[in-house]
């Protein structure tokens, strides 16, 4: 038979309300007493009714995250560290993809509040203003990715893609690149405009005319396409991409023109995913910590929900350059 609350307290020599309490932390208890408690817990093999929990807390003990595309190698370790993060403070992460959809994002951001999780990551690449007054409304902790405000309920990380763009194009600069191109992801999500605009930028820093910049979709098809417009004639000596999927497509679209990487174009990614340094050859890129991300994300959750004011806060998130085989100087310069 299925052991319930009235076998812990009688294990325990307390009342059910007193075990009620020490599980759902509704009550400080002497240590000796929660020691008894989760003594019997344990002894007895009790699995805690959650539904019960939460009602007994006025809160789920559920975190929302909400990220873009679970499909894409960028989330995987952010996602982990965010979920090894709440499980140890004794809290469960309800993992959502948006698929970059507005109406789905608002449709997972309704289903949280629904579940009263008293936070939510939202681990996405837009998001409308509107969810996020509406959340802070609800008295929900969120923590947005380059949202630009912060505020009562609202934390924001910076990834800095700027500083990783410069890397990038001093990089190919200092090995004498003269004529590099950009390619970059479409132009209505914001951090793809902040990486293109980041690459003109340290391009005309360098002196260096922007060969070419094409906006793609963030993917290695993408990339590929966009590699094939500029491989097909009077290809550039150096390629910037704005994240590794669209290298890695570059990096494909090369092989098949049988355009040498890196003795004809060096190759620059963004994002240092896991398949990065098994490309051939092996990419050069800017690394992004992505479990740093999610643990950021979770500390920024944990200490809104935490303190009485329930203030929010800006945390960046740093770059730093990966060299690895895809890139050399340019044959003229060698």
């Keep these: 038979m299925a052991v319930n609350i009235k076998d812990v307290a009688l294990r325990a020599g307390v009342s059910t309300a007193t075990v009620s309490h020490v599980l759902n932390g509704t009550r400080v208890a002497s240590k000796q007493t929660k020691d008894r408690v989760l003594e019997a817990v344990r002894e007895l093999g009790y699995s805690q009714n959650l539904a019960a929990r939460n009602l007994a807390r006025g809160r789920s003990s559920l975190l929302g995250l909400l990220v873009s595309d679970v499909r894409n190698p960028f989330f995987p370790e952010m996602t982990a560290a965010f979920q090894d993060c709440a499980l140890e403070s004794g809290m469960d992460a309800l993992l959502l993809n948006t698929n970059y959809d507005a109406e789905r994002t608002l449709n997972s951001v309704k289903r949280l509040i629904g579940l009263q999780v008293p936070g939510i990551a939202v681990l996405t690449s837009q998001i409308d203003p509107t969810i996020v007054d509406t959340l802070a409304g609800h ?174 806060q800006e945390y960046r998130i740093s770059t730093s350059l990966t060299v690895r085989q895809s890139a050399q100087p340019p044959a003229l310069a060698s």
């Design 139 to 312: 008295r929900i902790a969120a923590v947005y990715l380059d949202l630009g405000r912060v505020g009562p309920y609202i934390s924001n990380l910076v990834l800095e893609y700027e500083n990783g763009i410069e890397q990038a194009v001093d990089y190919l600069a200092g090995l004498g690149h003269k004529r590099i191109a950009y390619v970059g992801g479409p132009p209505y999500l914001p951090s793809a405009v902040r990486r293109k605009t980041a690459f003109i930028g340290a391009a005309e820093r360098h002196g260096i005319e922007p060969d070419k910049t094409v906006d793609a979709d963030f993917s290695v098809k993408g990339g590929y396409s966009a590699a094939f417009s500029l491989l097909i004639s009077d290809p550039p000596t150096g390629i910037v991409c704005g994240n590794d999927l669209t290298a890695i497509g570059v990096l494909h679209c090369a092989y098949d023109q049988r355009v040498r990487v890196p003795e004809q174009v060096s190759v620059v990614g963004f994002d240092d995913i896991t398949f990065a340094e098994y490309t051939q050859p092996a990419l050069t890129t800017i690394s992004v910590p992505r479990r740093r991300i999610g643990e950021v994300a979770f500390s920024a959750l944990w200490s809104m929900i935490s303190e009485p004011e329930h203030g929010g």
